[in-house]
Structure formats: C-alpha cells, structure tokens
C-alpha cells in the first residue's frame, strides 16, 4: 500500500530553533509539494518540486523557510529561525508522472512554536 | 482578486439526506477542479475530478457538477451516513498553470447525525 509517509508527526520546540521536516514520497512520483495549514487561511502551498528541481517557492517565507530534496526518496523543509506564527500542520504530497492526476498527501507534521 | 469559496459554516443534516456542499471561484479559468476529504488529524483524500469540458461526474453516492458560467461546483453525497462526516476541500489548477499545482478552498465541515 505505497502512501506518503512524513517524520516527525509532532513538533514542539521553542522560538528561535530550527526545525526539519521530512517526506518521503511515493515510489515513483516525481512532483513533490510542501504545504501549509491553518484553521485561518487553509492549505496553502509554500513550494514543489519536479524531477527534484524546485519549480515554485513563492508561497514560502525566503528569510526563514528553505526546501530541498536530496533524492528522489526524500524531501525536507526547514524552518531556521522559527517563530510562533509557523505553528501549523505541514503537509508533503506527491503526484505522479501524469498531468492531472490525484495529488496523495501525508499525515502531516504539527508544529507548535512556543 | 482570485478566490475560493466554500461555506465556512458547518453543515448538518440527517442520515439518509443528501448533502450538498458548494465551491464558487472568482477570476479563475481552472483546467480542473478536485474534491477532498479531510479527517481531523490526517491529510486530504482525494475523491473526485471533473474536467472544464464535463458537466458531472459520479462515483457511488458522490455526484460533482462544474458549471464554468456560474465559476461554481457542486459536491452531493446521497443517502448520507455519519461515517460521510469530514470536511470536504475544493481545489482548482488554473488553466494557466498546466503544472498541477492546485490552489485549494478553506473547507466545509459536514456533519452526519443518526
């Protein structure tokens, strides 16, 4: 049952710290997208990855956010320095070679920034 | 501006009833629109797609409509049943876009009672 798996599940950690989430995609997809939610504004995209080339991160904080994928089997987002405003659920979802098609999210990381 | 919309007001209705959640776009000429379903605690689930050239789409007692002239969809869940309790997203790829890149809705919490 290939599915997006994310570590951590939880965060807390105190303002000022870095944080690294991770996401593993599913097998085989090659665009990969880092999302944000919150009860205020929703999900919302901060960046994606395709064929592990960063297309778009206009949707990102530029000073304190960065998104990378190593390989094709992983994706991270980090957050240096944080900020109590970051605390959110962060979503990873990954899509396959065909336009249109499902996006299949992860379980998410929480995050609070105390 | 561009804009999703779905009710912010939770839905509820009887077991057995259909529901009927609404998603209104403004400034968008979406290739696409998607529905999710969210559980609390995980990520979206993708349920439906319907294309700019289709009018409807089913899939066992869920029914979309897009409507292109009045830039709105609408998602029915017949013959509702409180495990159809979760809220619903909307989620559009402008047609400009062709990167599936989706801009979602903030979400409408549908609750199923007995």
């Known amino acids: 049952d290939a599915r997006v798996t994310q570590t951590p599940r939880h965060k807390v950690t105190e303002m000022g710290q870095e944080v690294t989430m991770r996401c593993q995609p599913i097998l085989g997809h090659n665009t990969v997208f880092w999302y944000r939610q919150t009860m205020m504004q929703g999900l919302e995209l901060l960046a994606y990855f395709r064929n592990r080339a960063p297309l778009d991160d206009s949707g990102m904080p530029k000073d304190r956010f960065s998104a990378e994928m190593p390989d094709a089997t992983l994706a991270t987002l980090k957050i240096q320095p944080s900020e109590p405003r970051d605390s959110a659920v962060y979503f990873c979802?990954?899509?396959?070679?065909?336009?249109?098609?499902?996006?299949?999210f992860g379980p998410g990381t929480r995050l609070l920034v105390l | 501006s561009q804009k999703i919309e779905q009710n912010s007001e939770a839905l509820n209705i009887q077991e057995g009833k259909t529901a009927t959640l609404t998603c209104n776009y403004t400034n968008y000429s979406p290739a696409y629109l998607q529905w999710y379903r969210q559980d609390p605690g995980r990520g979206p689930v993708f349920l439906l797609l319907?294309?700019?050239?289709?009018k409807e789409k089913r899939k066992e007692r869920l029914k979309v409509t897009f409507d292109t002239t009045l830039k709105q969809s609408l998602f029915h869940i017949t013959a509702s049943q409180p495990a159809d309790s979760a809220t619903y997203l909307c989620a559009l790829e402008p047609s400009s876009y062709n990167t599936d890149k989706l801009i979602f809705g903030t979400g409408t919490r549908l609750q199923v009672f007995p």
């Open positions: 319907i294309r700019e050239n289709e």
């Open positions: 979802a990954s899509v396959g070679e065909r336009y249109q098609e499902t996006q299949y």
